[in-house]
């Protein structure tokens, strides 16, 4: 026998193995058929012979020439001998090749069953693996039948990788042999609960598969697939459960309806394309459906309609062209029953509009705004068309006296409560673009005229604001009015005395303003009577408003009454005022950002937080102050004076904004490269303001419709067309290379359209904080304060970034521990301090300690999972990975703050990042008011290539006793030289009940009564084989899961620590050896098992 | 799934897997028409096509097309993540994997594909777990064979 192996294997020395064939064949390119027919020659020969290694050899060989094309049917009987080995490597050969050879009508497959049957309950796993990836190839109903017994019993066998291989094949069984689906199905439903995922997996394929067979049979596993699917996080699996839904539908209308919730939030969350598409293929199939099953046909068409829409406006984000196409589709909509499809359609409409088609949709708009029911939906209509119209700087108007004409037009809507919208609108435009001034103030003045239109019921109307702008823009802009006199008039009629008070106020300012423009034009006469008239007038109607019962109002008329008065007398001595009046409202209003107050230094010696007079005491009422409506108040000309800069005085005032940024957790760090130096500024003159005046005047007399603009502006772009049409024929006339581009055929691009008006832009570059100086200070701020920490934060400039956990936490966790707690309990030794000194030092410790934290205490790492691989790999755009650390909020037990770092790996820019996280009913993104529940949030910095950031997130959650993870998507976009592509990247994040821990001091005698109150469960934790010393593994419960020690007699120590929502959890940690107990001590035994679990976990992983 | 090809862009097979059996005849009929109709498609094309019954899906990786049949019913993207996520775990298996991996370990490329997918189904989604599978049986073959003091395949 010995002789025999030996000779085996130097006849085996002398055989050419796979890899030789390959290349034979390779380097044989010409006479290949012949060489292979050598080769089988030689395979034929050491099949005969006895050793199977040879054999295995040959059969392997085989395979590979079976997939050139050839015939190897003939060796089947030598691939079963190979099968049958004992051992491993020649199985694994020989069930290779037999599932590449066998088919149903190869004879020799009677002859494996039992040696399949054998391999089957073979005690390595793996034997049973390959037996079972074999038969998956070649089942016959024979073998289907015989070997389903074992089969299923493999279904419970201890490893889940024999478990999920059992369960796979079992579809194949039941394809060959029906009849063993009956006794089997039990078993497969047991898996779908299997606490392994891949059994789980497995096992929704197979009822997946067979669902879409029978559906029927299945319809009671429904409420199970609909747990897994609200449940499970792995899309392979979500598509199958989907899928099976899809199929499972049309037999069962009522799911349709339950499936819609589910299946849009996951629409609205995935980034996996094919999961997307899954979900809207059986949401198409749960539409049809429902129209064949449910009387009430139009149900589905509206939900149809919905989920298109609902998909649209998520391909309009990326490809608002292929959106804008189905324009008139979506205009339809607006004339839907349904309110929530119109809202929908709104929504989409804002993200439609171009220069080409605003005027289009708007007219559209204003028709249904015509035939709107319900004031709700109609102000919704209303908001929505002055947000179209008005987003991103009017950047797609380009006739404004069309915009004006339609504000005009709105303020004819009964009972809408955006008056004051409308009214903004109309100042805005008309102080920002000097060309429509006196278009805007012509129409205005109609309105004054006619305001007992706009006033019919006044208490309720909030139309009425409305005047409050027409007033003050014919009183600002009065030089533009063609009958001042007239316009004076209708406001000073008695009927003003019912408008609010702040309305009437600025028709007095206003109506003085009038006054003067009237006088400098009668003044010029010779007949001076027409003068003295005017002032009648005015001191016969001002009496009005001096009784007025608002105080602005009633402060205003007599003020400008008695100036009146005196101006009648002079104009009774034959003085002429006019000059001197206009004195008074002399000066352009210029439009000023927002922020550019803050570029005006401060004078010299005027301390801005000292009081002016005594603080008021707090029970002075403030009903009696008068409510600013608008942002806008009067305008009053004062300029600034520029005095120096007060060095001192600015630091000391950015020092103050620094404390109060540091205080504030929501505060988010810009990037460093709005620097600015703060000195530069000196005065609103450096405020640039462009200013193009472009006019096309237009008169209109009467009231505006905007309709005719719709027309005027397609002329006008015509005649635009058509002038450039003409330059390029003379371009090319010039020309004449042949070259010449099609300028006049198709439609006209978005930049071809010019406005015709220009709007001033204010360009917003004031920075909110210097950050140059702030960083710098900053820095060493931290280091005084720094307590003695043992690495000082030298290393700060660059954010923190970690890729992995442990490395950089361990290097020191004694050093650590010790300086949190010295950090910890440096405020109580300042005990004896001045009360507001102390609140401050807390402050900054707070912060060091926070800063501290980031740097290195790097809790978690994100795990991203990529659904849609080839999105992210192939480009390498995003680095997978961020650190963040979630952190309790103390005053609030239902709030958590989770600070997100984002790093920018690759060499593109990343800009308008949007992190979304879809909500579970326990954990909530918290976000901005009036915003929807599957909005995204803005991340409020963009990422140069290799630069990172930090973002701080606010959750409110309910229950906190058990860990949770959450799925998210970060959706941003990726800006190159050459183009920008939108990108999506799916991620989790994983709320663990450690982070709902907050370090909390306990004295000694505090923890023993709480011990004795009794109130509290016990658990205790097992730490196998943990070797550090106990004061290293002491500062890393302390580090990672947030407790403080409490006192601690050799190598037992006893630990606390506090919940957001004020659970007490108390540690008892005794070291033998390498073995650690843990007993705790809890009053929410959930969140306890949590807790040591995460322990358990910490120690696992060092 | 039905069967899932690789061939090469001169149209030489690289790897074939039926999770249908079929006859020799059948199959190598079914290579000629995927060769045929995937290879004289222009590369910015789409990856689906409908043969007969069936929806073809493929994507080229380098040199080579990796070709899948599924039913009508299937989800096409899903299969494209499949065979991407095939050429993941070669790439994983082999490092950077090229074409001559595939043409000298033809038997390793089967034995990943096994472990991923199972009578056409998906076995296991977990890259890692497919890894350590793998890892395991080859020590355990390798065992074997360096106690048959064989060099390794």
Known sequence: MALKIVKGSIDRMFDKNLQDLVRGIRNHKEDEAKYISTCIDEIKQELKQDNIAVKANAVCKLTYLQMLGYDVSWAAFNIVEVMSSSKFTYKRIGYLAASQCFHESTDVIMLTTNQIRKDLSSPNQYDTGVALTGLSCFVTPDLARDLANDIMTLMSHTKPYIRKKAVLIMYKVFLKYPESLRPAFPRLKEKLEDPDPGVQSAAVNVICELARRNPKNYLSLAPLFFKLMTSSTNNWVLIKIIKLFGALTPLEPRLGKKLIEPLTNLIHSTSAMSLLYECVNTVIAVLISLSSGMPNHSASIQVMKYLGLLAMSKILKTHPKSVQSHKDLILQCLDDKDESIRLRALDLLYGMVSKKNLMEIVKKLMLHVDKAEGTTYRDELLTKIIDICSQSNYQYITNFEWYISILVELTRLEGTRHGHLIASQMLDVAIRVKAIRAFAVAQMATLLDNAHLLTGNMQRNGICEVLYAAAWICGEFSEHLENPMQTLEAMLRPKVATLPGHIQAVYVQNAAKLFATVLKSQEGNTDSTAAQETSQLMIDRLPLFVQSANLEVQERASCILQLVKYIQKLQQKDVEVAEEVNALFAGELNPVAPKAQKKVPVPEGLDLDAWINEPPSESESEDEQPKAIFAKEEPKHSRPRHTEVDEKELARRREVRKQEQANNPFYIKASPSSQKVYQDTPGVEHIPVVQIDLSVPLKVPGLPMSDQYVKLEEERRQKERAEKKKKVKKNRKEKRSGRGKKHDSGPESEEDITPAHLVDI????????????????????????????????ADSEKLPVRSHRAAEALKSPVEDGDARSAAIQEPKKKSSKEKREKKKDKDRDRKVKLKYFFENYVPFILKIALPSVYLVDETMLFSPIKVYDIQGNLQDGSQVVVSVIFENKCDSFL?????????????????????????????????????????????????IVMPQKLKGTLTFIVKNEDSSTHEKLDFKLHFTCTSYLITTPCYSDAFAKLLESGDLKSSSVRLEGVNMPFHHLLARICFHHHFSVVERIDSCASMYSRSVQGHHVCLLVKT?????????????????????????????QC | MHFLLLFSRQGKLRLQKWFTPLTDREKKKVIRDMMMLVLARPQRFCNFLQWRDLKIVYKRYASLYFCAALDNQDNELLTLEVLHRYVELLDKYFGNVCELDIIFNFEKAYFILDEFLMGGEILETSKAAVGVCLEEADTLQETVEEYMSKPAY
Request: proline share 8%; aromatic share 8%; with cysteine.
């Open chain 1, 1072 to 1100: 033998a050896g390498q073995t650690v107990n843990v007993d705790a001590k809890c009053d929410e035994p959930t969140l306890l098992g949590n807790v040591l679990d995460e322990i358990k976990q910490t120690f696992s």
């Open chain 1, 762 to 793: 204010v360009t917003e570059e004031m920075p909110e904080v210097c950050w140059s100086c702030y960083s710098q200070k900053q820095h060493s701020n931290c280091l005084s304060l720094c307590f003695g920490f043992p690495r000082p934060l």
């Open chain 1, 911 to 959: 800009k308008s990042m949007e992190f979304n996280v879809l909500d579970s009913l326990n954990t909530k993104l918290q976000r901005p008011e009036g915003s929807g529940p599957h909005d995204g949030l803005a991340v409020p910095f963009q990422l140069p290539p290799g630069v990172s950031n930090e973002a701080q997130f606010v959750f409110t959650v309910q229950s």
